[in-house]
């Protein structure tokens, strides 16, 4: 009986180095009752033995920390994945409120740095064009086009007001280029 026992725990072990000399696609082909033969103390020889099974050993995997971003990372993230329409959409507006922006702040400061002074005609300041804000001042008329439906269009004031005030300019035809029209406060 023990050299039965003995015979069979050498066979056990001639079986585990066999198998730990295997690659691991050999071991994948490898009937499971092979292993179940081996017994257990037969599977820890093979482990042991086995320079594949100890370099395929799962290494633990780190605890996942839980990342913070911060608020500029959080848009950056938000940005990257936005579909381009949106992106498309945002830019512009921003582009907009930029144009608006600067077109505001431009002529204040394109007359300091230019050294422009404001024109007077007349004790009257010269107003670069016609707009709803612009009053007590002159137009200069630039083109040929300038009619009075058109500077009351632009100025909202009455047609009576506008005449009243440019007593020197003919209204039923369009005006010259470099005709003064005076833009004068909605009381005559």
Known sequence: ?????RNGNRAKRRLARKLASLTPDQLRRINPEVFARLGPQGLL???ALSKNIRDVASTPAPAKVKQTRS???????SWHFAHPLLKCLAVTALCGVIGVITEHLSHP???????????????????ARLDFVERD?????SSGQLTIDRVVALTG???DVVVAANPHLDFRLALPPGSLVVIPNSHP
Not at 1 to 5: L, R
Not at 71 to 77: P, S, T, W
Not at 137 to 141: E, F, H, K, L, P
């Open 109 to 127: 400061l394109l007359e300091t740095i230019g050294g422009r002074r404001t024109e007077v005609v007349a004790r009257w300041p010269v107003c």
């Open 1 to 5: 009986m023990t050299t039965a026992a």
């Open 71 to 77: 608020g500029l990372e959080n848009v950056k993230r």
């Open 137 to 141: 001042r002159v137009y200069r008329a």
């Open 157 to 159: 004031l009455t047609p």
């Open 45 to 47: 020889l093979f482990a």
